[in-house]
């Protein structure tokens, strides 16, 4: 059983800031690749943003020099730092996690509750 518990959204003007937190709890041996997601009303869901454990990162283009990914592998906890924030950024963002359990072969992935980001103009 893992929980994946997102925090930090909210409604921020354009150009503000906000950053947001993940926390994987559970029956945890290990957290591989972690990443943000978003997804707003008529769109796709997509890939904002993905971190592995070794620090590997990768992001949209539509969000590269303003958000920043980043990791706390004592903590199983993966943040977006999200900075001069536009109306188009706009969606709930959802983080997802790689993890290796006690005992089990397979990794599995979980996914996060999801936290609302509105930016106004």
């Known amino acids: 059983q893992v929980q994946l518990v997102e925090s930090g959204g909210g409604l921020v003007q354009a150009g503000g800031s906000l950053r947001l937190s993940c926390a994987a709890s559970?029956?945890?041996?290990?957290?591989?690749?972690m990443a943000w997601y978003r997804q707003a009303p008529g769109k796709q869901r997509e890939l904002v943003a993905v971190?592995?454990?070794?620090?590997?990162?990768n992001y949209a283009d539509s969000v590269k020099g303003r958000f920043t990914i980043s990791r706390d592998n004592a903590k199983n906890t993966v943040y977006l730092q999200m900075n001069s924030l536009k109306p188009e950024d706009t969606a709930v963002y959802y983080c997802?996690?790689?993890?290796?359990?006690?005992?089990?072969?397979?990794?599995?992935?979980?996914w996060g509750q999801g936290t609302q980001v509105t930016v106004s103009s």
């Open positions: 997802n996690a790689e993890v290796s359990h006690y005992g089990g072969t397979y990794n599995r992935a979980y």
């Open positions: 971190i592995t454990r070794g620090g590997n990162i």
């Open positions: 559970g029956s945890i041996f290990r957290v591989n690749d």
